[in-house]
């Protein structure tokens, strides 16, 4: 079965600190997504990580990817309180470029 | 990115109607588009994939009769839940990809949440 799994699921955190959010994948694609989800809100897409190696980074948020490990890992720094919210990684099964699994999601808060 | 809009953004219904959620394209052409429902604090659900001059493909467990895709066109989708039930109260995101826009990536329209009394 194709997985995908976030850890942690929950993270509540000070403004200021650092912190990593990791996703592991059962799929073989070279292929990662990470979008966020504010409450109510659709999803916005973060970062796509197309290839092993591949570090993307936004602001205070930077995103990377082994394939070899089946790891990504989004990295939060100095964190602030508008990065309070659900983020999703997600997967392309073998031989599919659109569709994707997801995981469960890691809800952040961030507290002033 | 591309602009994906979702109609109505809300809905509320009596139990035993019809729902139609509409989900358009803005400025690419959406060869392939996604029906997601997603219960509160869980993730996101794939009910079906649709693609370009092809029927949807349902996941399994989700009933085509019940939930009705139709790709009308490259810019329009509409899903139809049928003799709606609570249990169907759920937030429905679409999303696409397509020609004009990165193959690399979804564009997921605001989302419709239904409520079913």
């Known amino acids: 079965e194709l997985k995908v799994e976030q850890n942690p699921l929950f993270l509540s955190m000070q403004e200021g600190k650092n912190y990593t959010i990791y996703c592991n994948y059962s799929t073989t694609s070279d292929r990662l997504y990470w979008y966020r989800q504010d409450p109510g809100k659709s999803l916005e897409s973060l970062f796509v990580l197309l290839s092993n190696g591949a570090v993307k980074q936004e602001g205070r948020l930077m995103a990377s990817l082994d394939t070899k490990a089946r790891l990504s890992t989004l990295h939060i720094t100095a964190a602030v309180h508008d990065l309070s919210a659900t983020y999703f990684c997600a997967s392309p099964p073998t031989g599919s470029n659109y569709q994707l699994i997801w995981g469960a999601g890691t809800k952040l808060i961030i507290k002033p | 990115g591309a602009v994906v809009s979702q109609h109505p953004s809300w809905v509320i219904c009596k139990s035993g109607t019809s729902v139609k959620i509409e989900c358009r394209s803005l400025?690419?052409?959406?060869?392939?588009m996604f029906w997601y429902r997603q219960f509160p604090k869980q993730s996101l659900m794939l009910m079906a994939t649709s693609n370009e001059g092809s029927k949807a493909t349902y996941e399994q467990g989700v009933e085509k009769d019940k939930f009705l895709i139709n790709h009308a066109s490259l810019t329009l989708s509409t899903l139809t839940v049928t003799s709606a039930h609570p249990e169907d109260s759920s937030f429905y995101i679409c999303?696409?990809?397509?020609?004009?826009?990165?193959?690399?990536?979804?564009?997921f329209g605001p989302g419709t949440r239904l409520t079913v009394l």
């Open positions: 400025d690419f052409q959406a060869t392939t």
């Open positions: 999303s696409t990809s397509g020609r004009g826009t990165s193959t690399d990536t979804q564009y």
